[in-house]
Structures are given as C-alpha cells and as structure tokens.
C-alpha cells in the first residue's frame, strides 16, 4: 500500500497558538487526501477532503476558518489549526487514495495537546 | 444517516482461540466495506476491502466476509501480536467518504 508520513508525530502547544500539520504522500502522487480526527474512544471522523490545487471541501460542522488545509503539491497536503484551545486537543490522521481510487491508506498520525 | 456499529466492544482471547468480530451496517447504497487494524497511538492499517454479499477475503489469520447487513473479521488461531483495534468503515455514495465504527479492541494472550 501507500507510504504516508506526518510530521510532526506529537505537538503541544499553548492556547491561542496555531500549529501545521504536514500529511507526505512518499510514494506516489495523491490528487485527493483526507483528514479526519480521533478523540479517545471514539471513531475516526471525517474533518476534510483535500483536493490538490483547489479548495478543500469541509464536512458539515468542521470550521474552515479554524482548520485551514493547503494541498499545494501531489505528495503534500497540510492542515492548520489556528488559535487552537484545548478542546482542538485530537489525534489527527490524514490518509490518501491509491490505485484503483477506492483504499484509503493513512499516516502515522498527530497528537496534539492544547496547554 | 450512515451508521456503522461495532461489537463488541473489547474482546479478550487466549492465544489459538478463535473469534469473530462483527460489524452491522445501516446504509443507503453500500460501495465499500473496509477493515483497517489500528495499533495505539498510529494511523489505521489496511486490511480488507469487500464490495458485496458473499464476498470474502483471507490473509494470514484473518478471514472477513460480507453480508447485506454485516460483516465479519474472523480471526483463527490468534497469536499476542493480533492485539490491536479493528476498525470496519463503510464508503457509500462519491467522493470515497468513509463512516467508520468505533472499534473493537482485542487483546490476545498468552
């Protein structure tokens, strides 16, 4: 399957600072990445799909102004979180198509921790 | 509304007890059934994907087959480094959205 990586793996930060979030596609070109978000015990939810080279469509409850996703390039997509509060503190997993455009493979993940 | 449920909850199994773990389905329009293995603190792990009833799909220990309402992971003669959570998700309509389940997490011991 596909090679994703996430950096960083693990973040903390203070409250009202933005932290990046970088999902790499290392083996192939991904024209479409999606983010999702896993707080404790609970499913992976659909944050975002990442389309390269155009806006990034948000599901229903998911403030684009608050997580800003930049899909510049076919092996990089990131995801902003801006003015994070502790509420923001996730687990966050981006995953990208390949091949036959129906398995999404995902990355490591990103703890991050709002102080 | 998509629904994916999970069970049970947790599972505990002597190392070469064999199980199956179940995943039922409320969709409209099914195109997908997934099953990921997800180990603490990492991404979701590929395993299987199922397209429709009848269908099955073996690797290693691990057996999952498709039903209209359900699917199921059937695990044989587990070994300690099968313990993880296992995740089925489901994709419906376009766009390759997936509703996942929350889990079942499965712990096998010596």
């Known amino acids: 399957g596909a090679v994703v990586s996430q950096h960083p793996s693990r973040v903390i930060c203070k409250s009202g600072t933005s932290v990046k979030i970088e999902c790499r596609s290392l083996?192939?070109?991904?024209?479409?990445m999606f983010w999702y978000r896993q707080f404790p015990k609970q499913s992976l939810m659909l944050m975002a799909t990442?389309?390269?080279?155009?806006?990034?469509?948000?599901e229903q409850g998911v403030e684009k102004d608050k997580f800003l996703i930049n899909h510049a390039s076919l092996t990089l997509s990131t995801l902003t979180v801006t003015s994070a509060h502790p509420e923001d503190s996730s687990f966050y997993i981006c995953?990208?198509?390949?091949?036959?455009?129906?398995?999404?493979?995902f990355g490591p993940g990103t703890r991050l921790t709002v102080l | 509304e998509d629904q994916v449920t999970q069970s049970p909850e947790a599972l505990r199994l002597q190392e070469g007890e064999s199980s199956s773990l179940n995943c039922s389905y409320t969709?409209?329009?099914?195109?997908?059934l997934f099953w990921y293995r997800q180990d603490p603190g990492k991404g979701p792990e590929f395993l299987f994907t199922?397209?429709?009833a009848g269908e099955e799909k073996e690797k290693e220990r691990l057996k999952a087959t498709l039903t209209k309402k359900e699917s199921f992971l059937h695990i044989t003669a587990p070994k300690p480094e099968d313990s993880a959570t296992y995740l089925c998700?489901?994709?419906?309509?376009?766009?390759?959205?997936?509703?996942f389940g929350t889990g079942t997490q499965l712990k096998v011991e010596l």
């Open positions: 199922l397209y429709s």
């Open positions: 998700a489901s994709e419906t309509g376009g766009g390759n959205k997936l509703t």
């Open positions: 083996d192939f070109q991904a024209t479409t």
């Open positions: 969709v409209s329009g099914l195109r997908g």
């Open positions: 995953s990208l198509l390949q091949g036959d455009g129906d398995t999404q493979y």
């Open positions: 990442s389309n390269e080279g155009s806006k990034a469509t948000y």
